[in-house]
């Protein structure tokens, strides 16, 4: 019997490992990759757009080459700091189900076991569900709704499907390294400049800009795409012209969302957020409406790496408290 399991071995869960420790609570955190395995998704050699102290666990412990980390380092900085507190966390290994109440314990069965615990951390990020276009052809094997690396396209058709972030810098690493690059956006997007309103970073806009007008990127303003097939892509454009691209990956690349289904077996209502549809919580302790079950992360309204490494901080404790007063 476990005072804590923690699931997910993100910047959240590892500080609330910290924090368990710290506390003298006897805990387990479960992770279904490796330690930080949603940075170890980013593209390689990525640069980070926060500054280390937005990221890293202690203050002037991450120390990068250039002013922002790159996901090698961020990889590098968790990894270290997992080996050097020692802390305890089981990889490869999957939360398949949470059940039972705080009066009596949880017990969570994973893919290679099952314990006990009195309180239960979710810290499952928002990576989970890769949203999909579901047109014809989108489980074809050169269909990815993830993008790690330019090098296997190198003189190729690519065509990158998005409008956020992450489908403009697949589009510039692609379009860099020597793919023929196609980026298919909505107009929408494709003009908000609003930071708040989800708008492609100025530092990622500019490069791309600068792929454009060298004539290496091209842009397609599209409504929808219709079909993909082993050779070509079909989408209508903006103007409601129908467009047959010859092509040899797809990268669809318009967001994910958290796999929210645990909590809800576990009875925790939901709300619609700002983006996406979140857990309902009570914002000091992140306790949700099942006790003892808390969250913390990506996947709450507190989503940035720092609030992630922040919020665990706070609510150990507070779960340490309660448990002592049982
Ligand atoms: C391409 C990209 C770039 C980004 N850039 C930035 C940036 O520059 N700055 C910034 O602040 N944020 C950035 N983010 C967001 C950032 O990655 C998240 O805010 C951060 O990872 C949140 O940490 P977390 O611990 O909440 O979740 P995660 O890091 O997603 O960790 C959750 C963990 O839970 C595990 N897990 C999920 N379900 C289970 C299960 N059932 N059983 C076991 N384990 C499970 C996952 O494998 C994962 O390791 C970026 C995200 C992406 C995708």
Do not use: C
């Not at 893919?111 to 949203?131: C, D, H, K, N, W």
Request: aromatic content about 6%.
């Amino acid at each position: 019997m476990l005072d804590l399991i923690i699931i997910g071995a993100g910047p959240a869960g590892l500080s609330a490992a910290e924090a368990a420790m710290q506390k003298g609570l006897s805990y387990l955190v479960i992770e279904k990759g490796t330690i930080a395995n949603t940075i170890r998704q980013y593209p390689v050699g990525r640069s980070m757009f926060s500054t280390p102290n937005e990221v890293e666990m202690h203050e002037g412990t991450l120390k990068p080459v250039r002013e922002k980390p790159t996901r090698e380092e961020m990889l590098s900085h968790y990894i270290h700091f997992v080996l050097n507190l020692d802390l305890h966390i089981n990889t490869d290994e999957r939360v398949i189900a949470v059940t039972g109440n705080v009066n009596e314990s949880f017990v969570v069965k994973t893919t290679r076991s099952e314990y006990q615990a009195a309180r239960v951390l979710f810290a499952i990020g928002a990576m989970e569900r890769p949203r999909r276009l579901n047109v014809p052809g989108e489980d074809l094997p050169k269909v990815h709704h993830l993008f790690v690396e330019p090098y296997a396209y190198v003189r190729k058709d690519a065509l990158v499907v998005g409008g956020g972030n992450s489908a403009a810098e697949a589009a510039l690493f692609l379009s860099e390294e020597g793919a023929r690059t196609t980026m298919a956006i909505w107009r929408e997007d494709w003009e908000n400049r609003d930071p708040k309103a989800g708008a492609m970073k100025h530092w990622v806009r500019t490069p791309l800009e600068t792929e454009i007008e060298a004539g290496r990127l091209n842009v397609i303003l599209y409504k929808h795409v219709d079909e993909i097939t082993e050779t070509e892509v079909k989408l209508t454009a903006e103007t409601g012209e129908s467009l047959t691209l010859p092509n040899d990956v797809v990268f669809v690349l318009v967001g994910s969302d958290a796999d929210l289904s645990l909590l809800k077996q576990l009875g925790v209502k939901t709300e619609p957020g700002k983006l996406t549809e979140v857990p309902v919580y009570n914002p000091e302790t992140f306790e949700t409406n099942v006790p003892g079950i808390y969250v913390a992360g990506h996947f709450t309204h507190a989503r940035h790496i720092k609030a992630a490494i922040d919020v665990p901080r706070r609510i150990i404790p507070l779960i340490a408290k309660d448990l002592k007063n049982k």
